[in-house]
């Protein structure tokens, strides 16, 4: 919910009287990325106790942030008391980024994970939408307030889930991982995934050899790479920065549809697509999703760059097709949701070693979260400074070098085993 606040929050504290305290758009921007310093903070949280704890208890742990930075934003009345809120928000989705996948990942059969691992980004896009609905409704306060139920359900409903067979064998304790095995998959394949899982060598490594060990390996360094390079991609694209800034691009282009209403229509999107995207992900592969997603994505970037470039700089009438703008961008998000959103993370969950993991995932989102803030201020600041087309047209080409180098470097993993990924990385 944190990531789609924005989208409507920030035109009401910078525009709109009807709140109680009014933010510059600086201030408004800065706002914006407050919540990815608290990822990196969260991401080091988890990578310091997920041998220790596992993946269960630090997904339980993440309602406490949530919680506290939405009563935060909901009771306070200044805007120090937002930014702690946001810094608090981005620790728990730091926390979840880098312990979620892996949770998924190891308790998942190969023929279903990628459907269970894409429901991810799914989840955080209908927290998206949810929160732009609350605030078109209600004010920024009572909808925060509505938002805070959302930890605590996620609290009692999750509670009850079994730990991750893998993180039980890494503690050697085989007796409670063939427990949740059976859970898991069923008397005999629970069985069969036991004796499997117990021939690897899951054991922890020491965490003062474990960084020197990870970069040791050929397909942990490769990994790595894939990783941070899919997370860029995700970035170079301008997904967050369209996101955030999604209603003042609206505004901007508003002789059809309201700003607020383009916004909902714009997440409603992204939720359909989403979900369309995690049911289809295990028929047509990985890289075939991500391909023909990434292709369009770059597409519509160039069509919607070039459109404000011919509004800004030419004399050219284009009054009689001013809902180019709106419409490109909401087909940019239907692309951009059957795969640049969502594969990222579901390929992440796939191809690291479980004794590397936590790790490599702290380290992808923490790059992730720096990347971010680079990425938002540079489209806030180049938008404000030149025009709207430069951000853009720096996004087309981005993507474009990003589709190359997907296609010759990221290899396929669906319905493969962590054995067969590690083979192929290691080529």
Known sequence: MHFGWPSTALPILTDNDTHIFQISHNEASWLAVAIFPGIVVGAVVAKCFAKSCGPRKLILSTALPMLVSWLLIGFSGDKISYFVGRFLGG????????????????????????????????FVVFGMLFINVLCRLF???????????????NFVTFFWMPESPIWLLSKEESKKAKENLIVLRGQDNGLKEFERLSALNLQSTEEKTEFLQFFKAKENKK????????????????????TFYCQTIFRENDKILSPGSATIIFFCL???????????????????????????????????????????????????????????LLINVIFLSLGVRNIPLLVMSEIFNPKFKPLALSIATIYYAFLAIIITQF??????????????????GFSLVSLVLYYFFVPETNNKTLEDIQKTLQT
């Open 223 to 242: 990994a790595l790479l894939i990783a941070l390079g899919l997370r860029s991609v995700q970035q170079l694209c301008g997904s967050t920065a369209l």
């Open 91 to 122: 620790i728990g989705s730091g926390i979840s980024f880098s312990t979620v996948p892996m949770y998924i990942g190891e308790i998942s059969e190969p023929q279903i994970r990628g459907f269970l691992s894409s429901l991810c980004p799914v």
């Open 379 to 396: 489209f806030r600041i180049t938008k404000d400074a030149i025009d709207l087309s430069f951000p853009l047209f720096c996004f087309t």
């Open 139 to 153: 004010s920024i306060s009572i909808s925060a307030l509505i938002a805070s139920s959302i930890p605590l359900i």
């Open 270 to 328: 992204q939720a359909v697509f989403s979900v369309f995207s995690s049911f289809i992900v295990d028929i047509f592969g990985r890289r075939p999703l991500f391909l023909v997603s990434l292709s369009c994505t770059t597409l519509t970037l160039l069509v919607l760059a070039l459109y404000t470039f011919i509004k800004s700089y030419t004399s050219i009438d284009l009054e009689n097709i001013s809902i180019l703008a709106p419409v490109t």
